[in-house]
């Protein structure tokens, strides 16, 4: 089999704490209309900066903070090799009241169209839910409408190769997924910045291999 030209990543800790606490962390990404205040999930493309708060602030070269999980972050070093090799747009990211960092936050492209056939979705969130959540296999958030599916990782599911259509080495999945607080879209690396990544930090993070319909 050919390996396909994108792929997950995993990664086995979480580092740093978004802020403000009150808002997960949304309030300086989204701006406060910015997100639903039922689910937590972003009505718009990021408009600021992700804000981390001081005390255990990640010192490693590639992380994910807690609660912000398609926040993915690069140390300065690792920043500077991203620009200049890979297609990627970075946001500094912040401490409270502004304080830089040094460390940068790689932004995904959101994709237009889903990413998976409804059928397969569908079987894959059943098998992984069905022990706790019987049927159910998503909701639609009273507040804003937006359906998310329950939790399952990238590589469960085929993607659908016509629909990683946006431009970049970073895509997000139309699909949103989440349950409770808990809200997050499908990440996709073109495989050198994935294995880059990887390569970059190989206690903490891991490549994901996919296939694609
Ligand atoms: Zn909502």
Not at 30 to 37: A, Q, S
Not at 62 to 71: E, G, I, L, S
Not at 88 to 93: D, F, L
Not at 171 to 199: K, M, Q, Y
Request: hydrophobic fraction near 40%; include cysteine.
């Amino acid at each position: 089999m050919v390996a396909a030209p994108w792929v997950a990543l995993t990664f086995r800790f979480t580092p740093g704490w978004p802020w403000p606490e009150s808002s997960w962390g949304l309030d300086p990404l989204y701006g406060p209309d910015g997100w639903c205040h039922s689910c937590g999930t972003p009505l718009h493309e990021q408009t600021g900066s992700l804000v981390l708060q001081s005390r255990k602030f990640p010192t490693g070269p590639v992380w994910v903070p807690n609660w912000r999980f398609n926040c993915v972050g690069v140390s300065a070093e690792v920043a500077a090799e991203v620009v200049r090799r890979f297609d990627v747009p970075m946001r500094e990211v912040l401490k409270p009241r502004g304080v830089a960092t040094g460390a940068m936050q790689l932004l995904p492209a959101v994709c237009a169209t889903p990413w998976y056939e409804e059928g397969p979705l569908e079987a894959a969130v059943h098998d992984r839910h069905q022990r706790y959540d019987g049927e159910r296999i998503g909701a639609t958030c009273p507040e804003c409408q937006r359906w998310r599916w329950l939790p399952i990782s990238e590589g469960e599911v085929p993607i659908k190769r016509d629909s990683l259509n946006a431009s970049g080495d970073l895509l997000a999945s139309h699909e949103i997924f989440g349950d409770g607080w808990r809200t997050f879209r499908h990440l996709v690396f073109r495989r050198p910045l994935g294995e880059f990544l990887a390569d970059a930090a190989p206690r903490v993070w891991s490549v994901v291999e996919l296939e694609l319909a």
